[in-house]
């Protein structure tokens, strides 16, 4: 087990190769880096609901993120996957029993319901429930409390509250929407990518707010960079990177096998910044670690990101002891909250020159920010 003390002897190496790095690393191209509740406050609340997205915004987040699928009558929804089977209720139906199915998504086999299979009006029949029970249990007395939320009651949701605070703090809430898997839903006909480009064209707030597009794709990043703009001239595009061995998923289905790796080089970095504005790696990709789960040294990506001219906005931190560096997890057990060791590993991040993070808990996020 962890001690303390070997908790603090890593915490010191982790402050000397943090003061190596910063000696070469370049600042943030920003400001003030960016604050992203990633699925809402997902640590507070269940994931994609109305009530994380609330949390979120409460607690200081400068954007919220609604990942968004496609149901079989083409609307989006808040949902991080297609497959709904571990955050809803779907599995204790017994009139959807029969829709329990194995689909190919990004050449990995997934059972479970889809959203492709219910029409919207279906899916509204279904409660959120927390998708990490054994970490976070306390988010389980929830369980039943929301719906499946549309992109566009989320988007009515976040004008109203920025309406609210724009006069009372000066905030304005930013979306940072990521489009989900869009080469397996135009194999079943559809198109994502089309009904957001009428969505957000339909409201004002989307038309003006804060706003950047992502996806792990490139093909529908490329068709969308001038289009988004077009509608929202200050929206930014972002390109997700999964592990650099990891597979591009829309060059999968072609056949070239482009991995994030290739991307991540300086050559490839120049190549995304034709189509993106943004890259968005996972903080392993910043600060690699061991197989322990121990911090290594620091990588060169952000540097090289910004010299190709690009932000970076990395994901994902997250408080409990089971998702942080060995260097800095105390003794409180696996699914403990840890704050301080929250906010010691995004500002080891920060410092070496992030422009913005996700967070599964905006307070610690905005703690982390300050001085």
Known sequence: MLTRRKALTGTLLGMTLLANRQARGAPSLVPQPLLMAHRGASALRPEHTLAAYARAIMDGADYIEPDLVPTR??????????????????????????????LKIDGEDETGWFTTDFTLAEL?????????????????????????????????????LSATLSSQQGRVIGLIPEIKNSTHFHRLGLAPEDIFLRTIAAHEYTRSCPLEIQSFETANLRTLYGR????????????????????????????????????????????VRQYADVIGPSNTDIIPRDASGAWLEPTTLIDDAHRAGLLVHSYTFRP??????????????????????????????????LDGFFTDDPAIGRLALRN
């Open 73 to 102: 009558d083409g609307v989006l929804v808040c949902r991080h996957e297609s497959n709904i089977a571990g955050t809803t209720d779907v599995a204790t139906r017994p009139e959807f029993a029969s829709r329990r199915r194995t």
């Open 124 to 160: 509204k029949t279904l409660r959120a429930r927390e998708r990490l029970p054994d970490i976070r249990p306390h988010n389980t007395r929830y369980d039943g409390h929301f719906d499946i939320p549309t992109f566009e009651e989320v988007i009515d949701f976040v004008a109203a």
């Open 320 to 353: 409990e002891n089971h998702f942080l560096p060995a260097q800095l997890r105390n003794g409180d057990g696996d699914s403990a909250r840890n704050p301080h060791g929250s906010i010691a590993e995004i500002r080891r991040s920060l410092d070496l020159g």
């Open 228 to 271: 988004v703009k077009a509608i929202n001239p200050q929206a930014r595009i972002m390109l997700l990177m999964g592990e650099r061995s990891d597979i591009v998923p829309d060059t999968l289905a072609s056949g070239r096998t482009l991995k994030f790796g290739d991307l991540m080089t300086v050559e490839g970095l120049r190549g």
